[in-house]
């Protein structure tokens, strides 16, 4: 049974076990804000789920999570001099 409708994470019931799966596979599921923001909501209902016993966080295709989105880094702070 699918929990939730979110666009960059997937959550399953599977019984008394939950699995979240990172679902970003051509990005290597890199941890953006929006995942986390999901990531974060996921979190909650499974724990508002009194029968949910466990909870597997795994990701789709060759990789877990390939950590920050490296699209991100360096244009978090607006008063970083570009590297000559």
């Known amino acids: 049974m699918i929990m939730g409708a979110y666009k960059n994470i997937l959550l399953e019931k599977k019984e008394d076990l939950a699995v979240l799966v990172l679902n970003n596979p051509g990005?290597?599921?890199p941890l953006t804000e929006k995942t986390k923001e999901e990531m974060i909501e996921a979190l909650a209902e499974v724990d508002q789920a009194d029968e949910m016993r466990a909870l597997i966080?795994?990701?789709?295709?060759?990789?877990?999570?390939?950590?920050?989105?490296?699209?991100?880094?360096?244009?978090c702070s607006p008063h970083r001099k570009p590297i000559r």
Do not use: H, L
């Open 27 to 29: 990005s290597r599921n």
């Open 57 to 75: 966080i795994t990701g789709r295709g060759t990789a877990f999570c390939a950590g920050g989105d490296v699209k991100k880094i360096g244009k």
